[in-house]
């Protein structure tokens, strides 16, 4: 396994690493981390160095609903 990365303090997305956990995987380190919503998530470090986790699901539903919006804004100039 290669040489820990120490991220605490950093920010990745909406995620503020706080601390280590005492977790760990094939895949590394498990780092808790607060949301900018205020929820608390768990995440591997590769997930967080990739850009693969950048919220604790927050960002997706937003992205959701936003994507829900336009897709009735285009419907209802159709049917309109």
Same mark, same amino acid.
């Given at each position: ?6 991220l605490?303090?950093?920010r990745f997305?909406r995620?503020? %690493? +706080?601390?280590r ?11 808790? +981390?607060?949301?900018d ?5 768990? %995440? ?5 160095l990739?850009? %693969?986790?950048?919220?604790?699901? +927050?960002l ?15 419907k ?5």
């Amino acid at each position: 396994m290669g040489k820990l990365i120490d991220l605490k303090g950093k920010r990745f997305g909406r995620l503020y %690493v +706080c601390c280590r956990s005492g977790k760990s995987s094939k895949n590394g380190v498990y780092w808790i +981390c607060k949301c900018d919503c205020g929820r608390g998530v768990s %995440v591997l470090s590769c997930n967080l160095l990739r850009g %693969v986790t950048q919220s604790c699901g +927050c960002l997706r539903a937003e992205n959701a609903k936003l994507r829900l919006r336009q897709y009735n804004k285009k419907k209802a100039k159709v049917n309109g």
